[in-house]
T-cell receptor, first 117, second 112 residues
């Protein structure tokens, strides 16, 4: 149980392109989804917290107009990297949380490797 | 400032031995701590959660301890196997509910 699917797993695109990444909870309803970014040999850095039906909460230093997050249903959140540039190349990972109590684990997708040329 | 520190050097051990990984934190008072495993190019997978009022938690070959006085958690894998080779991340609850703050992880290599 608690499977999170992230798509695409890998994308290469030209500078200036917008890229959309999907995160789906397959067998549970996720009241909250998180988006992380990870550089090689570094930790996961939280970018934003997304609650179903409301605006995402972004961490300090993360541009909300650059990284658009939509959480339209209890099983789907999307991250759109707008006008991507080479410095946006990274490994983006989502996680889903079923809520209820605060000590439950997060369930992670397998990440999206984004390379901007 | 708040910090979570894990040994950045890889831990290299012989199969069958016990691996012990350390997670230290400062300027936090987490209600609980979690350990995750991450394989290259994959998302983290949850392993264990330990609450602040628990000193030790076990699951099969895994054991976690949590010392809130020392501000430290130890993660043990007994009878280690080459398949245990991965990066292990500790994570604390952040300032807000549900948000996790991750350490940078320690890479474990188990030699056959």
């Amino acid at each position: 149980g608690a499977v999170v699917s992230q798509h695409p797993s890998w994308v290469i695109c030209k500078s200036g392109t917008s890229v959309k990444i999907e995160c789906r909870s397959l067998d549970f309803q996720a009241t909250t989804m998180f988006w992380y970014r990870q550089f090689p040999k570094q930790s996961l850095m939280l970018m934003a917290t997304s609650n179903e039906g409301s605006k995402a909460t972004y961490e300090q230093g993360v541009e909300k107009d650059k990284f658009l997050i939509n959480h339209a249903s209890l099983t789907l959140s999307t991250l759109t990297v707008t006008s991507a540039h080479p410095e946006d190349s990274s490994f983006y990972i989502c996680s889903a949380y079923s809520g209820g109590v605060s000590n439950q684990p997060q369930h992670f997708g397998d990440g999206t490797r984004l390379s901007i040329l | 400032s708040q910090k979570i520190e894990q040994n950045s050097e890889a831990l290299n051990i012989q199969e069958g031995k016990t691996a012990t990984l350390t997670c230290n934190y400062t300027n936090y008072s987490p209600a609980y701590l979690q350990w995750y495993r991450q394989d290259p190019g994959r998302g983290p997978v949850f392993l264990l959660l330990i609450r602040e009022n628990e000193k030790e938690k076990r699951k099969e070959r895994l054991k976690v301890t949590f010392d809130t006085t020392l501000k430290q958690s130890l993660f043990h894998i007994t009878a280690s196997q080459p398949a245990d080779s991965a990066t292990y991340l500790c994570a604390l609850v952040g300032d807000s509910s549900y948000k996790l703050i991750f350490g940078s992880g320690t890479r474990l290599l188990v030699r056959p």
